[in-house]
């Protein structure tokens, strides 16, 4: 345990020396969520119910579309440990053989987190607003960590297999791109059917819904333990996986 | 005299693609004693890295048996990682970190009192105080070989393993390296070293080992292994200056002007 916090505080250091990592984990999330608000929130509100606050609607998906970023970055420090050989060092060393790769994931989840705080703080400064009580923030919070998790441990097999920087980070485009075929942005009611049907049996929108609706103190459902078992499912088949590749390679 | 390192009929098989098998290592004995540079010597893909990647506790061996520091690899591997350092193919420093931070990071894992003050006299003694500070990522072949090495004598292992120490580097950086491996064994370390560089060999080990297709065929000292062969003839031919000879005398002379 004390072992894996040292080896996160040396990956933390290179996120905060990597001026790269945090523009494209917490500024452009936040450039996207200006876009969203300012140039198309005008136009959405048209199909959405009346009071709808923007700010608040598109909110979930920034988050998870923030989280996809951040893991591409996972993928690609676990990626720079491997080709530089830090793998060997570090397990011929008296400390837990775990102890590494835990300090990845647990990075992962310490760096996300704080992008999600940064964004949640520019979200309120432009209006966001929510009624929900500390249970519900806390809800919301632990789906965030179980995404993040998820995602982390679909990033650790590329980052221990890929060949090059390309390879590592390239699985994270399908993943940035799932909020924008969810109930993130617009109603998945305005979409065609095909697209439709993705659109709301894909994990994005029962997250996003979930989310959406702890936020604003609404009833959530059944769509919050649709939403829990897609990212456990993930978790546990991306970690098998990971796993797999992780005592193949190294 | 105590053994350090102890090897016996190692054997290792590698499962390559669709269950074709290679035998990597078919029974490899050695012993290496207290305080000596042994050096293991052999072409690519001999099974250099193999045997160091055993002996220090990454892969598993699939039949034979050794003892690090008399410990045993299969019931001990706690021990030997306690006792050991790995010094790979490859610079292992992280780039992000400076240099100073790198022999820190090691000194806080294994748990080392003074972190700060064990680092500065580290890289004293590898002549990295002026880059002390500086990105790894920056630093030269030959400097990030030496702070390799200074980050495998945290803890002052009684056994150190480098893997083709100096593949890879310019001919200055490879005398910087053999210098430091030098003073390690006279320090009291014991070395295991791999190569294939014959001069490297020649110059660094007290004892070398020839391994070939996974088989030690000569082992011994310098003297011992030039006895294998018939007694030599004496001839006389113009010494020729090699190129390295001349480069390190062009580049001396740069340096001291």
Not at chain 1, 220 to 239: F, H, T
């Amino acid at each position: 345990m004390k072992h894996t916090g040292i080896l996160t505080g040396r990956l933390m250091k290179h996120i905060l020396r990597s001026p790269d990592t945090i523009i494209t984990v917490a500024i452009t999330p936040i450039a996207m969520m200006l876009m969203f608000v300012y140039v198309f929130g005008g136009a959405v509100k048209t199909s959405l119910a009346t009071n709808v606050n923007y700010v608040n609607y598109q909110l979930p998906g920034i988050l998870l579309i923030a989280i996809a970023s951040g893991i591409a970055y996972t993928a690609y420090r676990l990626l720079m440990d491997v080709q530089q050989g830090m793998f060997p060092r570090f397990n011929s060393m008296p400390i837990g053989r775990s102890a590494v790769l835990w300090s990845h994931v647990l990075t992962s989840l310490l760096s996300n987190m704080i992008t999600i705080v940064i964004i949640i703080l520019v979200a309120l400064i432009m209006g966001f607003r929510s009624s929900a009580g500390i249970l519900n923030w806390l809800v919301v919070m632990g789906i965030l960590v179980l995404y993040t998790l998820a995602l982390t441990w679909v990033a650790v097999i590329p980052g221990i297999t890929a060949k090059s920087v390309e390879g590592a980070s390239a699985f994270s485009y399908p993943l940035l791109f799932l909020p924008f075929l969810s109930s993130a942005f617009v109603p998945t009611q305005t979409m065609p059917i095909v697209l439709r049907v993705f659109a709301e049996n894909q994990p994005v929108t029962s997250i996003v819904n979930s989310i959406r609706a702890l936020l604003s103190n609404q009833p959530v459902g059944n769509e919050i333990w649709v939403a829990l078992a897609w990212c456990v499912g993930i978790i546990a088949v991306a970690w098998f996986f990971a796993m797999r590749a992780y005592k193949s390679r190294i | 005299m105590e053994n350090a390192i102890e090897v016996k009929s190692l054997r290792k098989i590698f499962a390559g693609a669709k269950g074709a098998k290679t035998a990597v290592l078919k029974g490899v004995d050695f012993t290496v004693r207290k305080g000596e540079i042994f050096a293991l010597l052999g072409s690519n893909g001999a099974g250099k890295t193999t045997t160091i990647n055993i002996l220090s506790t990454l892969l598993k061996s699939d039949e034979g048996s050794a003892t690090v520091n008399g410990f045993d690899l299969l019931s001990q591997p706690g021990k030997i990682r306690q006792s050991i350092s790995l010094t790979g193919q490859f610079a292992a420093v992280d780039e992000i970190l400076t240099g100073r931070e790198n022999v820190m990071l090691i000194a806080q894992l294994r748990n080392i009192p003074k972190p700060a003050q064990l680092a500065d006299s580290l890289l004293e003694r590898f002549g990295l105080t002026d880059a002390a500070n500086k990105p790894a990522g920056t630093y030269s072949g030959g400097m990030k070989r030496r702070l390799d090495i200074a980050m495998g004598l945290v803890g002052k292992p009684a056994v150190i393993f480098l893997d083709e120490p100096t593949t890879g580097l310019d001919p200055e950086g490879r005398l910087e390296v053999w210098k430091t491996v030098k003073e390690l064994a006279d320090g009291g370390t014991t070395i295991l070293l791999t190569t294939q560089y014959l001069e490297e060999a020649e110059q660094l080990a007290g004892r070398i080992a020839i391994l070939h297709e996974g088989r030690i065929i000569a082992n011994g000292t310098l003297e011992e292994l030039k006895k294998l062969f018939p007694s030599a003839k004496v001839e006389y031919i113009e010494k020729q200056p090699t190129l390295e000879d001349i480069f390190l005398a062009i580049i001396g002379k740069k340096e001291n002007t």
